[in-house]
């Protein structure tokens, strides 16, 4: 079976978000199976410098962007067993950023163009294209109303994932004729047209053969009004067509046993080990030094979607106790604010890191007791499959990709990996900590639900079959 793997960023070249890690963790995995698997990203500016120098130039072509032909080049790169196509053209993505530029509709309009075109200029076909979000949402339009006519392109099949329903690709609806060559059909005919735009979102979900994202909830939570994002009723229609596949993470990358980043490597037979990192990170931040004081870590985007306003309610009532709260990460400056306030004011029981920081972010998965996740909406959630791989027990909300791997523990038959609340609400939260950290003063029941969650299994491997199985579906169509 061959696959391309079409995402807007992917690990280790360069990555912003969840996709990056999907983009490079999936596709690697899927090879282990045996699949002639391969990824296409645009090449940035800020690809990893360390692969830069790597990359070979195979060839060039034109692409045309409505009435423009563009410089096409095409590198290569295999990197454990995948082949990586980067797409290179300065003017739309020798750039600082990823997105949010005036142009995205063109750059990825050009993109998502090239890609089709790089196939049959390297004289390779796969059987599905596997797209990942607005920034490729194109091609299955492209496919179906152009492409396919060429017998090279006729058998092709398109899986598109959603990996965030928020973020659509929405753009006047000029840019049918400006971008593509098109008329306004699939604009007038509802395909395309979104809130009196074109969504490159829309596209993706109408045309493609099979919809895929991230987790069994979101599946179902994306087809209701409340998370579809006025798309619900599209996804209700295609609901035959929609799979929820969670994901996983590398365990290779993600492994206290072997993780070089943090103080004293660990496993689910030397937790003690796991006390000792959590020493040196109080030490390392300027918290006061106890191995007994419960830490909750939090990495995340300091946004209203990862619920950090319920965190907000509740902190000052949550640190009158003995607590240690270790925050890693940036967003809105309100917020970004708020947390350096109160790293000022509880000095040794708070430390505010307002940036992103892996070895840190390692750091507090392997020290933290805690790991909470209040989201408003979490589609799969990689911070919560992370924490329960440290040994750092999640405190989730249960919504998404959250309700479907943290299991709420039982202390009655001693079962689950986590803590859970079910609505959006800052005393509920607080109420769930509370527990929380009463059930970590009994440290029989605490390592006990330290091994549920590092005997987990949320890795790539069990995810990697089941979008095979998809695959396949596919293959009998």
Not at 375 to 389: K, N
Request: glycine share 8%; charged share 25%; net charge neutral.
């Amino acid at each position: 079976m061959k696959i391309l793997f079409v995402a807007s960023e992917a690990h280790p070249f360069i990555k912003s978000g969840g996709l990056g890690d999907v983009a490079g963790a999936l596709p690697k995995e899927l090879a282990k199976k045996g699949v002639d698997v391969r990824v296409v990203i645009p090449k940035y500016r800020s690809i990893n410098w360390e692969l830069k120098g790597k990359i070979r130039f195979i060839k060039w072509y034109t692409v045309n962007v409505g009435w423009r032909a563009q410089y096409c080049g095409v590198f290569e790169y295999n990197h454990e067993g995948v082949i990586y196509y980067l797409i290179d053209n300065e003017a739309y993505f020798d750039r600082d950023g990823l997105y949010g530029f005036y142009d995205d509709g063109e750059r990825f309009a050009f993109f998502d163009r090239a890609v089709l075109n790089m196939l049959k200029q390297i004289a390779w076909q796969p059987d599905v294209i596997h797209c990942n979000d607005w920034q490729t949402g194109m091609i299955p339009v492209l496919l179906r109303l152009e492409y396919s006519k060429d017998l090279f392109y006729s058998s092709i099949r398109t899986v598109f994932s959603i990996h965030n329903i928020l973020f659509q690709g929405c753009f006047d609806k000029t840019i049918l004729p400006e971008l593509f060559g098109y008329d306004y059909e699939p604009y007038k005919n509802k395909s395309l047209e979104f809130d009196k735009g074109v969504s490159f979102m829309k596209g993706g979900l109408n045309y493609s053969d099979l919809i895929s994202t991230v987790s069994y909830s979101y599946a179902n939570e994306i087809k209701t009004p409340d998370y579809g994002e006025k798309l619900d009723g599209l996804l209700r229609c295609r609901e035959g067509a929609l799979r929820g596949i969670l994901n996983g993470i590398d365990y290779e990358e993600f492994n206290p046993a072997t993780d070089n980043y943090i103080y004293k490597k660990y496993d689910v037979s030397t937790l003690k080990d796991k006390q000792t990192n959590k020493v040196e990170l109080q030490r390392e931040l300027g918290l006061y030094e106890n191995r007994n004081t419960p830490m909750i870590g939090m990495i995340t985007r300091l946004t209203k979607q990862k619920g950090i306003e319920l965190l907000v309610y509740i902190a000052e009532r949550l640190l009158q106790q003995d607590v240690q709260l270790v925050i890693v990460g940036t967003g809105d400056k309100n917020f970004e604010d708020y947390f350096k306030w109160l790293d000022y004011r509880y000095g040794d029981k708070v430390s505010a890191n307002i940036r992103f920081d892996n070895t840190l972010a390692h750091k507090v998965y392997a020290a933290s007791d805690m790991f909470l996740m209040p989201s408003l909406f979490e589609p799969c959630g990689l911070g919560q499959l992370i924490a329960l791989r440290y040994g750092s027990i999640p405190i989730v909300r249960e919504t998404g990709g959250l309700r479907d791997t943290v299991t709420p523990y039982n202390q009655y038959d001693e079962s689950g990996n986590g803590f859970s609340f079910a609505n959006f609400n800052g005393e509920e939260m607080l109420s769930i900590i509370q527990y929380a950290i009463n059930i970590y003063y009994d440290k029989r029941q605490w390592n006990k639900i330290i091994r549920h969650a590092m005997r987990s299994d949320n890795s790539w491997s069990k995810s990697a079959e089941e979008y095979l199985n998809m695959y396949r579906e596919l293959s009998y169509r």
